[in-house]
């Protein structure tokens, strides 16, 4: 809808607005840059100072990130010339690569966990967000002060029975039991979130559709889910971002096959001097799921604010 | 299409009565009316025929068959929602088509472009036919609110207030449209509303609703020049029933409360006079706003009446209706 504007701004007033939301943009960025940056510059250049703005760049970080290494003699490093480009740069150093670093898998690990239990938190939690707003439930309002009761403390402060519980299931260090933490965690702001979107929606849609001639259930997918897409979008946003970023469940429960990156960046410091390139470039990569993940919903995130004010 | 009768139907909202014991039958074919101010349970009544609500005692039964029992899918009516109506995710031909496309339809596709082009062209929609439905201006939303009923040839079609959201000039001309459509497909309709003249224009027969009960079933004529009640007799008529104490005129008949004269039960120029507060001249007739010892008149008079404020008119009753105490006809 157009129509609204009082004025139309001038041209000088959408220059001055440009400049303010470019400046904020680039302060706002500007840590983001750096990490990006840093990623690509050699160690030294990484702790130059002052520090360097422009610089020679270098897959030296993201190559230490994703292999170990070993120290070999000259005589070992000339019999053994570098075969690909990632050898050679380790061989510039008097190294060999070993073999891969845990990176990979780490951050695989979070990928399986930090989606596996945004999918679960929002499914379930449309589900319960639907049946606490249409249905007549008994305690029903004691019931979701219960469900947020559970966000009232910070999770770590059961971090104790948890840990402990999970020995004796033998959830710990699963991708299982991480998943259903996170979920568990995620779910009653999945249900808060999830059930103000669906109150949102008039139930007239769906009776109308039990009209025309379509069960309870095709009502809800097919008027129901479309409608709530914005709020769908946005509650699995925020419950990936919590998995994702998730370090202190992260580094009790999980040492070996569930470890989740957040745990993992910091031990790369640790090896073998302080290699900012490579936790820088383990921190870039660390970024981009959720990045992506949000812009590929922000369609919906927008369309869903104009939606709304348009009805209105 | 079908006859649909409701059989005893009682519904309730914790303690409120919405729809008291109603016994009433939409012939195959009628366009019947249901008449009441806000709360007199119209809308659910409409629901307790869709399915959308189950009653709480009483029998629906659409063609012969009861469906108390059965999903509002199984009932197979078609309803047209006061508002809310369109799926706003959806563009106008895909709200048309919904119905069409669901799993006890299952029309061919190209059928329902057929059927969509068929309703778009009566209801002038032809055009906005991609629009999103959320694109669209009040008067276009309903009217494809009442296209999606259309495409469909249902055991009924229940309207809850369709035209009641749209302009004046919008709401005379989808009157007649409407009626003009109902009439053409021998659609059975049964349509809600508190505004007497669609009440009047549209129906064969009227319901008259008060508080959950159904007061009087008729024709439109038969319901506005025989009302049984003072109740009922306020429903229709513009200008309204005017109310007076029996005993102001002789003549009425014993136990007689109230005296109901419409503006055509005014005789003028005989009678007791009435004094002139005040005339409204609307074009076609004029409204004179009588004083008669107290007690406020309003009657017609033709277009080009000589009457001022402060004038003298003498007024009698011709063929009144008379009410008891209670507010029952007795005459």
């Given at each position: 809808?157009?129509?609204?504007?009082?004025?139309?701004?001038?041209?000088?007033?959408?220059?001055?607005?440009g400049v303010l939301v470019i400046g904020y943009a680039l302060i706002t960025l500007m840590p983001l840059l750096w990490i990006l940056a840093t990623g690509f510059k050699s160690s030294a250049d990484s702790i130059a100072y002052?520090?360097?703005?422009?610089?020679?760049?270098?897959?030296?970080?993201?190559?230490?990130?994703?292999?170990?290494?070993?120290?070999?003699?000259?005589?070992?490093?000339?019999?053994?010339?570098?075969?690909?480009?990632?050898?050679?740069?380790?061989?510039?150093?008097?190294?060999?690569?070993?073999?891969?670093?845990?990176?990979?898998?780490?951050?695989?690990?979070?990928?399986?966990?930090?989606?596996?239990?945004?999918?679960?938190?929002?499914?379930?939690?449309?589900?319960?967000?639907?049946?606490?707003?249409?249905?007549?439930?008994?305690?029903?309002?004691?019931?979701?002060?219960?469900?947020?009761?559970?966000?009232?403390?910070?999770?770590?402060?059961?971090?104790?029975?948890?840990?402990?519980?999970?020995?004796?299931?033998?959830?710990?260090?699963?991708?299982?039991?991480?998943?259903?933490?996170?979920?568990?965690?995620?779910?009653?702001?999945?249900?808060?979130?999830?059930?103000?979107?669906?109150?949102?929606?008039?139930?007239?849609?769906?009776?109308?559709?039990?009209?025309?001639?379509?069960?309870?259930?095709?009502?809800?997918?097919?008027?129901?889910?479309?409608?709530?897409?914005?709020?769908?979008?946005?509650?699995?946003?925020?419950?990936?971002?919590?998995?994702?970023?998730?370090?202190?469940?992260?580094?009790?429960?999980?040492?070996?096959?569930?470890?989740?990156?957040?745990?993992?960046?910091?031990?790369?410091?640790?090896?073998?001097?302080?290699?900012?390139?490579?936790?820088?470039?383990?921190?870039?990569?660390?970024?981009?799921?959720?990045?992506?993940?949000?812009?590929?919903?922000?369609?919906?995130?927008?369309?869903?604010?104009?939606?709304?004010?348009?009805?209105? | 299409?079908?006859?649909?009768?409701?059989?005893?139907?009682?519904?309730?909202?914790?303690?409120?009565?919405?729809?008291?014991?109603?016994?009433?039958?939409?012939?195959?074919?009628?366009?019947?009316?249901?008449?009441?101010?806000?709360?007199?349970?119209?809308?659910?009544?409409?629901?307790?025929?869709?399915?959308?609500?189950?009653?709480?005692?009483?029998?629906?039964?659409?063609?012969?068959?009861?469906?108390?029992?059965?999903?509002?899918?199984?009932?197979?009516?078609?309803?047209?929602?006061?508002?809310?109506?369109?799926?706003?995710?959806?563009?106008?031909?895909?709200?048309?088509?919904?119905?069409?496309?669901?799993?006890?339809?299952?029309?061919?596709?190209?059928?329902?472009?057929?059927?969509?082009?068929?309703?778009?062209?009566?209801?002038?929609?032809?055009?906005?036919?991609?629009?999103?439905?959320?694109?669209?201006?009040?008067?276009?939303?309903?009217?494809?609110?009442?296209?999606?009923?259309?495409?469909?040839?249902?055991?009924?079609?229940?309207?809850?207030?369709?035209?009641?959201?749209?302009?004046?000039?919008?709401?005379?001309?989808?009157?007649?449209?409407?009626?003009?459509?109902?009439?053409?497909?021998?659609?059975?309709?049964?349509?809600?509303?508190?505004?007497?003249?669609?009440?009047?224009t549209m129906a064969t027969h009227i319901g008259v609703l008060d508080e959950g009960k159904l007061v009087q079933f008729g024709a439109p004529r038969d319901i506005y020049e025989n009302p049984v009640s003072l109740y009922v007799?306020?429903?229709?008529?513009?200008?309204?029933?005017?109310?007076?104490?029996?005993?102001?005129?002789?003549?009425?008949?014993?136990?007689?409360?109230?005296?109901?004269?419409?503006?055509?039960?005014?005789?003028?120029?005989?009678?007791?006079?009435?004094?002139?507060?005040?005339?409204?001249?609307?074009?076609?007739?004029?409204?004179?706003?009588?004083?008669?010892?107290?007690?406020?008149?309003?009657?017609?008079?033709?277009?080009?009446?000589?009457?001022?404020?402060?004038?003298?008119?003498?007024?009698?009753?011709?063929?009144?209706?008379?009410?008891?105490?209670?507010?029952?006809?007795?005459?």
């Amino acid at each position: 809808m157009s129509g609204y504007s009082v004025t139309e701004p001038s041209s000088t007033q959408k220059w001055v607005a440009g400049v303010l939301v470019i400046g904020y943009a680039l302060i706002t960025l500007m840590p983001l840059l750096w990490i990006l940056a840093t990623g690509f510059k050699s160690s030294a250049d990484s702790i130059a100072y002052p520090p360097k703005v422009t610089f020679q760049p270098t897959l030296e970080g993201y190559v230490n990130l994703f292999t170990t290494q070993t120290r070999q003699t000259p005589e070992y490093l000339d019999a053994h010339p570098p075969q690909t480009w990632y050898e050679e740069i380790v061989h510039d150093k008097g190294m060999v690569i070993a073999g891969p670093s845990r990176f990979g898998e780490r951050f695989m690990n979070s990928v399986i966990i930090g989606f596996g239990s945004t999918f679960l938190s929002v499914f379930l939690g449309t589900l319960a967000a639907y049946a606490f707003s249409r249905y007549r439930i008994p305690l029903k309002d004691d019931l979701l002060f219960f469900i947020l009761s559970t966000r009232m403390m910070p999770p770590i402060a059961v971090a104790i029975p948890i840990f402990l519980m999970f020995r004796n299931l033998g959830l710990s260090d699963t991708h299982t039991g991480m998943i259903l933490l996170y979920t568990a965690v995620n779910l009653s702001l999945s249900v808060w979130l999830l059930k103000g979107f669906i109150d949102e929606i008039p139930r007239e849609y769906e009776e109308a559709a039990l009209i025309d001639g379509y069960t309870r259930f095709q009502a809800f997918t097919k008027v129901v889910l479309p409608q709530a897409a914005t709020g769908i979008a946005a509650t699995a946003i925020f419950c990936l971002i919590f998995a994702w970023n998730e370090y202190a469940f992260a580094v009790l429960l999980t040492s070996g096959t569930a470890q989740t990156a957040p745990p993992f960046i910091p031990t790369i410091i640790g090896n073998g001097g302080q290699d900012w390139p490579a936790v820088a470039a383990g921190a870039t990569l660390f970024l981009l799921p959720v990045m992506v993940f949000t812009i590929l919903l922000r369609k919906h995130l927008l369309r869903g604010i104009t939606f709304g004010a348009v009805r209105k | 299409m079908a006859e649909v009768a409701l059989k005893g139907v009682t519904k309730k909202f914790g303690s409120t009565v919405a729809v008291d014991d109603v016994t009433l039958t939409v012939e195959d074919g009628a366009f019947v009316v249901l008449l009441g101010p806000t709360g007199a349970g119209k809308t659910t009544m409409l629901r307790l025929i869709s399915g959308l609500e189950r009653p709480d005692a009483g029998d629906i039964v659409i063609s012969g068959r009861s469906v108390i029992g059965e999903t509002p899918a199984q009932r197979d009516v078609a309803m047209v929602f006061q508002q809310y109506s369109l799926y706003p995710h959806m563009s106008v031909r895909d709200n048309l088509a919904f119905p069409l496309r669901s799993p006890i339809l299952r029309t061919p596709e190209d059928e329902i472009k057929r059927k969509i082009a068929e309703v778009a062209e009566v209801l002038h929609i032809s055009h906005k036919l991609d629009n999103k439905a959320t694109a669209l201006s009040g008067g276009e939303m309903q009217r494809v609110s009442i296209g999606r009923a259309l495409v469909r040839d249902p055991a009924i079609y229940l309207m809850d207030e369709p035209l009641s959201s749209l302009d004046a000039k919008l709401r005379a001309d989808l009157r007649i449209e409407l009626k003009r459509i109902q009439a053409s497909l021998g659609a059975t309709l049964l349509y809600v509303t508190h505004d007497q003249i669609e009440a009047m224009t549209m129906a064969t027969h009227i319901g008259v609703l008060d508080e959950g009960k159904l007061v009087q079933f008729g024709a439109p004529r038969d319901i506005y020049e025989n009302p049984v009640s003072l109740y009922v007799a306020d429903r229709l008529g513009l200008p309204r029933i005017n109310r007076l104490p029996a005993d102001l005129f002789a003549g009425a008949p014993s136990g007689a409360k109230t005296i109901g004269l419409r503006p055509e039960h005014i005789q003028q120029g005989d009678g007791k006079p009435a004094k002139v507060v005040r005339v409204e001249h609307l074009g076609d007739q004029t409204r004179l706003h009588l004083d008669l010892d107290g007690h406020a008149v309003v009657t017609l008079s033709d277009a080009h009446t000589p009457l001022e404020p402060g004038d003298t008119l003498a007024i009698q009753p011709r063929n009144a209706l008379y009410f008891d105490a209670a507010g029952a006809r007795i005459a």
